[in-house]
């Protein structure tokens, strides 16, 4: 693949090349590129052209049962990410089409006396990232078959976290005997 291609084309590459597509959104809190969504709307239908019916998000919060999903209708928050209407508009080009969504954050539980600072520490950052990759590779090997995209999210503009992540994936779901596979080009 030379030259510039479009985000549906990058997206067919993808797929034809591996089960799991991974796109990192940059943002920083709150503040966000609204035009990173739009795109992540033609990567979802172009996604879906290929076969996908799965993604899972950082955003999203686990359902009530301790499961990653699946979920089956717009989360109902207010504020933070999910209040964002570009990011409504996401996760509803998905739902439309009869995609499942899947949670993979790490469960956070704070207790009142921790120092705020703790939570952006590299210590925590990393904790943080081996619980999500765990939880990417427990979703993958419930149904290894099933192509998924993956939204990260990112409070840095770098696309070092999405590999780590998904090399942490990889180390992980190794490590349980179930790495994703490759897939010849078609």
């Known amino acids: 693949m030379q030259g510039w291609r479009s985000v549906e084309e990058l997206t067919r590459w993808g797929f034809a090349r591996s089960p799991v597509v991974m796109v990192n959104e940059a943002h920083d809190g709150l503040a966000r ?3 990173t969504r739009k795109v992540g709307g033609r ?5 879906h052209e290929v076969g996908v019916r799965r993604l899972a998000m ?3 919060p686990w359902p009530g049962d301790g499961s990653a999903g699946p979920i089956r209708a717009l989360p109902q928050v207010e504020g933070g990410y999910l209040g964002q209407p570009d990011m409504q508009e996401l996760i509803l080009a998905a739902l439309d089409l009869g995609w499942t969504l899947w949670a993979y954050e790490a469960v956070i539980e704070v207790p009142p006396q921790t120092d705020p600072a703790d939570l952006l ?3 925590f950052t990393n904790w943080r990232e081996r619980e999500q990759a765990g939880n990417l590779c427990r979703l993958l090997q ?3 078959e099933e192509p ?3 939204w990260c999210g990112s409070t840095r503009a770098a696309v070092a976290r999405a590999d780590l992540v998904a090399d942490r994936v990889s180390q992980q779901c ?3 005997g179930s790495v994703p596979g490759r897939r010849d080009p078609a």
């Open 33 to 35: 590129c609204v035009r």
């Open 43 to 47: 990567i979802v239908r172009a996604a």
């Open 58 to 60: 950082e955003a999203l």
């Open 121 to 123: 520490s590299t210590e």
């Open 142 to 144: 419930g149904s290894a």
């Open 148 to 150: 998924l995209l993956v």
């Open 174 to 176: 190794e490590d349980r």
